[in-house]
């Protein structure tokens, strides 16, 4: 159970990053930012009810912390989810590296779908505005994906929540900060972007972790967990 567990974020995130990053690298010229945003939303969408069952899908240390906040899952759980899932950002990375080399004049230096702050930032953010949003921006994802999920199973109508919540994140992160929300997902390309992306990158792995962090301690108070019934032998 456990390696398929393991599997199923190693290639989750491979393919999340690979098609939800590679709009940004290959297509923002013609779907522009709220293309991207949907991609994201549906590329999630559709790994939820894929892998949701398996996993959870999580495919996000950030969502991994939150459920062990949350006592959802346990260590050993968790630390096998954020090998697989940094793993599997970094594949996923590679993977789009390779292709985007193939499309004459693509420049990957610096960029390539990474996340960043100050000149980096469409809005040129700076570096305190940058950790509060990719803190709020994780906080929603992660309370979503707590809020909706049953104990760890993404089950029903779940990944639909799941899915609109991060295009929602995207539109108003992708000016930001490029939106992480995901430090696999920002692992990956700020490898082989280089240069300014990995001078960055200590925020977008710290932040979303204290965002899915404080999601967990969120998700305590709004939502409880219920005590079974206890059984009455009397009328048994």
């Not at 779907?31 to 999630?44: D, E, M, R, S």
């Not at 899908?57 to 954020?82: F, K, S």
């Not at 049953?150 to 108003?172: E, T």
């Amino acid at each position: 159970m456990q390696t398929r567990t393991a599997a199923s974020e190693f290639l989750g995130t491979l393919l999340l990053v690979f098609f939800a990053v590679g709009s940004a690298v290959l297509g923002v010229q013609y779907i522009g930012t709220v293309g991207i945003a949907l991609a994201f939303g549906f590329v999630l969408m559709a790994l939820a009810y894929a892998f949701g069952p398996i996993s959870g899908c999580h495919l996000n240390p950030a969502v991994t912390i939150g459920m062990l906040a949350a006592r959802r899952i346990d260590v050993r759980t968790a630390v096998t989810y954020w090998i697989a899932q940094l793993l599997g950002g970094i594949a996923g990375a590679a993977l789009l590296f390779l292709l985007a080399k193939q499309v004459p004049g693509l420049k990957t230096h610096g960029k390539f779908g990474s996340n960043g702050y100050g000149d980096r930032s469409d809005v040129h953010i700076n570096l305190g505005g940058a950790f509060l949003a990719e803190v709020m921006l994780t906080f929603l994802l992660v309370f979503v994906v707590l809020a909706v999920t049953h104990k760890v199973a993404v089950i029903g109508f779940d990944g639909l929540a799941i899915g609109v919540a991060l295009a929602v994140i995207h539109l108003v992160g992708i000016p930001l900060t490029g939106t992480s929300v995901n430090p696999a997902r920002s692992l990956g390309p700020a490898l082989f972007a280089g240069g300014p992306a990995l001078s960055q990158l200590w925020l977008f792995l710290v932040a979303p972790l204290i965002g899915g962090v404080i999601a967990a301690f969120a998700i305590k108070l709004t939502h409880p967990v219920q005590p079974r019934p206890e059984l009455d032998l009397d009328r048994a």
